[in-house]
């Protein structure tokens, strides 16, 4: 079992390319959430999908493009992204434990927008 | 909203020491629980101690404690006998089901802890 796995780990694109991150959990959870983590900045929530369906979007802009197959893959489709967004870029997974739902996370794509 | 405020941007301490790095948090929510991650350079988030509001005792997972104050708002985060390992950032986060069916986290800012041999 090797948790919740991101591709690629690194990625470096222009302004006008269109790119899509992957996260993948075969660890039966239903929800599957993405972060964003800039230079100097908190974790930000950008999307949660629950059993493939979105139930959360916080203010990100249509240049990031969600897609939820199915409950255990998550993608971000990147499309005339801006310098800014340069980031860290995490995806994770929950389940139930006991009174809480426990987040594993994967290992990140580090982006980078030239 | 809830808010999480970790005011040490970096810490250092000796190995084989112990230190505690701060949390202080702000809810509106009856029920929540309390999160730290260790997040090394590969950039992984590595969950590491939680502990529910309705805890009576303060939770323990190996050499990592937390000190849980409900009335100050504060969940510390103890590692005793730090290894050269245990540098890395440590991020606190309150989690609330707030009327969802999966619970979200809100993180601190984080702190970057750095152990000297």
């Known amino acids: 079992e090797t948790g919740v796995t991101q591709t690629p780990r690194h990625l470096v694109m222009g302004m006008t390319n269109k790119k899509s991150l992957k996260c993948e959990q075969h660890?039966?959870?239903?929800?599957m959430y993405w972060y964003k983590q800039s230079a100097k900045k908190p974790l930000e929530l950008m999307f949660v999908?629950?059993?493939?369906?979105?139930?959360e979007n916080n203010s990100v802009p249509s240049r990031f493009s969600p897609e939820c197959p199915n409950s255990s893959h998550l993608f971000l489709h990147l499309h005339t992204l801006q310098p800014e967004d340069s980031a860290l870029y995490l995806c994770?997974?929950?389940?139930?434990?006991?009174?809480?739902?426990?987040?594993?996370f994967g290992p990140g794509t580090r982006l980078t927008v030239t | 909203a809830q808010k999480i405020t970790q005011t040490q941007p970096g810490m250092f301490v000796q190995e084989k020491e112990a230190v505690t790095l701060d949390c202080t948090y702000d809810?509106?929510?009856?029920?929540?629980?309390l999160f730290w991650y260790k997040q090394p350079s590969s950039g992984e988030m590595i969950f590491l101690i939680y502990?529910?509001?309705?805890?009576?005792q303060n939770a323990t997972e190996g050499r990592y404690s937390l000190n849980f104050q409900k009335a100050r708002k504060s969940a510390n985060l103890v590692i005793s006998a730090s290894q050269l390992g245990d540098s890395a950032m440590y991020f606190c986060a309150i989690f609330s089901l707030r009327g969802t069916s999966y619970g979200k986290l809100t993180f601190g800012q984080g702190t970057i802890l750095t152990v000297h041999p």
């Open positions: 502990q529910g509001s309705y805890d009576q």
């Open positions: 660890l039966g959870h239903n929800a």
């Open positions: 809810t509106s929510d009856p029920s929540y629980g």
């Open positions: 994770a997974s929950s389940h139930r434990t006991g009174a809480t739902y426990e987040q594993y």
């Open positions: 999908y629950n059993f493939k369906e979105q139930t």
